[in-house]
Structures are given as C-alpha cells and as structure tokens.
Nanobody, 120 residues
Framework: QVQLMESGGGLVQAGGSLRLSCTAS????????MGWYRQVPGKQRELVAF???????NYIDSVRGRFTISRDNVAKPMYLQMNSLKPEDTAVYYC??????????????WGQGTQVTVSS
C-alpha cells in the first residue's frame, strides 16, 4: 500500500500564503488523478483541486485564481500553493491519489491530513 504524507500546513493570517506538499512512499505511475481535499468538522470532505495524469489542473470555484496545484513528474511531490487565504479556507487538507493498478485493481490512497488555519 502506497503511503501519502502531507506537510506544510499551519496558522496564517488572512491574505497570507501556504504551500502544501504531498509525498508518496513510492512512485505512482498509474494514477488517474491526484488531488487535494479539505474537511471541516461536521461537514463532508470537499474536493479542492486535482490534476489529471496528463497534467491538467482543475479547481473548485472558490479557490480558482488563488490556489495552484502542481506536480513536475510522477517521481516528485505534488504541491498546493495557496495564496490570498481566507478564514473559510480553514480545514484539514488531505492528499489523494486514485487510479488503477497494472493488475486492473483500482486504488484510492489518502494521506493523514494537515491542518490549515487562517485567522481573520
């Protein structure tokens, strides 16, 4: 089982920036998408941004223009650059990788999460 580990969370004032990193324990070649989700207590986990296997980024409306997801290649970490942060961005952020193994079995890997807190 591939392990994903997030880092880079913390406390920042509104308008500030953070960069989250997602590192995998081994290279994931057969992913369909990799992305970032976030969750606040009492609410469902929400997709924030994802990148497809061909490198195309996608964002939810509330972060488009402020957040940038990137990954240089399959052997490198995935990042989420978050600028102009707002208090409503406060959440635990999770890294995800989904796809199909060469055996045909689907996979859906999650990290443990990193807390992002934006103060007003």
């Amino acid at each position: 089982q591939v392990q994903l580990m997030e880092s880079g969370g913390g406390l920042v004032q509104a308008g500030g920036s953070l960069r989250l990193s997602c590192t995998a324990s081994e290279t994931i070649f057969s992913f369909r998408s990799m992305g970032w989700y976030r969750q606040v207590p009492g609410k469902q986990r929400e997709l924030v941004a994802f990148i497809t296997s061909d490198g195309r980024p996608n964002y939810i409306d509330s972060v488009r223009g402020r957040f940038t997801i990137s990954r240089d290649n399959v052997a490198k970490p995935m990042y989420l650059q978050m600028n102009s942060l707002k208090p409503e961005d406060t959440a635990v952020y999770y890294c995800n990788a989904a796809g199909t193994l060469p055996t045909g079995r689907p996979f859906d890997y999650w990290g443990q999460g990193t807390q992002v807190t934006v103060s007003s």
